[in-house]
C-alpha cells in the first residue's frame, strides 16, 4: 500500500512565526487531505487537494503530484493552532481499498505566546 | 448541510465485554462510510468501509466487525473485548470514492 511521511514530527514556535509541514507519498493517489486535530480529537478538515494549490486565510497548502509531495503552510502562527496536523492519501496504487486514507504519523505543533 | 454523529463519547468497558458504537451521518444520501481507530495519538487506520446497506468490507483482521442497517447508519461491534481494542473510534463520511472524508467527533473507548 501506499506510504505517508510526515515532517517534522515535532515543531514548537512563538506566536507570529511562520511554518512549513512537509507529506511525502510513495505511490500516486485520487486524494489528498490535510487535517487539524484539537484537543478533544476532532478531525478538522483543512484542505482536500489531490493537486495545486489552495489557501483559506493564514493557511495554504500545495500538493505536486509528481513529485509526490504536499506542502502545508501556517502564516503568522497562533497558539489556537497547536495540536496535531495530519495528512492522509488515497489512491488505487498497490490495490489499496476503496476510498480508504492513508495517514502520516502526524505533526505535533505547539505554539508559544 | 451535512452533520455526522458519533455516540457515545467515551467509554469504559472490562475485558470480555460486548461493544456497540453507533454513527449516524444526516443530510447526505448513500454516503460512503468508514470506520477508523487512532491509537496513542498518532495516525489513524481505516477497520472497515461500506458503500451502501449491508455491504461491508473489512481492512484488516481483528475481533471487530461492523453493520450497516440503514442507509446512514453505521455500527461497530464486538462480541467480547480485548485490551488492545482501546483506543478513539472515528467515523467517516464521503459522496464517492475518492471524495473529501468527513469525520465525527469520535468515541474514546478504554478496555479496563
Known amino acids: 500500500g501506499i506510504q505517508v511521511e510526515q515532517s517534522p514530527p515535532d515543531l514548537i514556535l512563538q506566536e507570529g512565526a511562520n511554518s512549513t509541514l512537509r507529506c511525502n507519498f510513495s505511490?500516486?493517489?485520487?486524494?489528498l487531505q490535510w487535517f487539524h486535530q484539537n484537543p478533544w480529537g476532532q478531525l478538522i478538515n483543512l484542505f482536500y487537494?489531490?493537486?495545486g494549490t489552495k489557501q483559506n486565510g493564514r493557511l495554504s497548502a500545495t500538493t505536486v503530484a509528481t513529485e509526490r509531495y504536499s506542502l502545508l503552510y501556517i502564516s503568522s502562527s497562533q497558539t489556537t493552532d497547536s495540536g496535531v496536523y495530519f495528512c492522509?492519501?488515497?489512491?488505487?496504487?498497490?490495490?489499496?481499498?476503496?476510498?480508504?486514507?492513508?495517514f502520516g504519523q502526524g505533526t505535533i505543533l505547539t505554539v508559544h505566546p | 448541510s451535512q452533520t455526522i454523529h458519533q455516540w457515545p463519547a467515551t467509554l469504559v468497558q472490562p475485558v470480555g465485554s460486548p461493544l456497540s458504537l453507533e454513527c449516524t451521518v444526516e443530510?447526505?444520501?448513500?454516503?460512503?462510510l468508514y470506520w477508523y481507530r487512532q491509537a496513542a495519538g498518532r495516525g489513524l487506520q481505516l477497520l472497515f468501509y461500506?458503500?451502501?446497506?449491508?455491504?461491508i468490507s473489512s481492512e484488516v483482521p481483528q475481533n471487530l466487525s461492523a453493520s450497516r442497517p440503514q442507509d446512514r447508519q453505521f455500527i461497530l461491534s464486538s462480541k467480547k473485548l480485548l485490551l488492545s481494542d482501546s483506543g478513539f473510534y472515528l467515523c467517516?463520511?464521503?459522496?464517492?470514492?475518492?471524495?473529501?472524508?468527513?469525520f465525527g467527533p469520535g468515541t474514546r473507548l478504554t478496555v479496563t
Open positions: 467517516a463520511w464521503s459522496v464517492f470514492q475518492f471524495d473529501e472524508q468527513y
Open positions: 505511490d500516486s493517489v485520487n486524494n
Open positions: 487537494i489531490p493537486s
Open positions: 492522509a492519501v488515497g489512491g488505487n496504487a498497490g490495490g489499496t481499498s476503496y476510498g480508504k486514507l492513508t
Open positions: 443530510g447526505t444520501s448513500n454516503p460512503n
Open positions: 461500506s458503500v451502501g446497506i449491508g455491504q
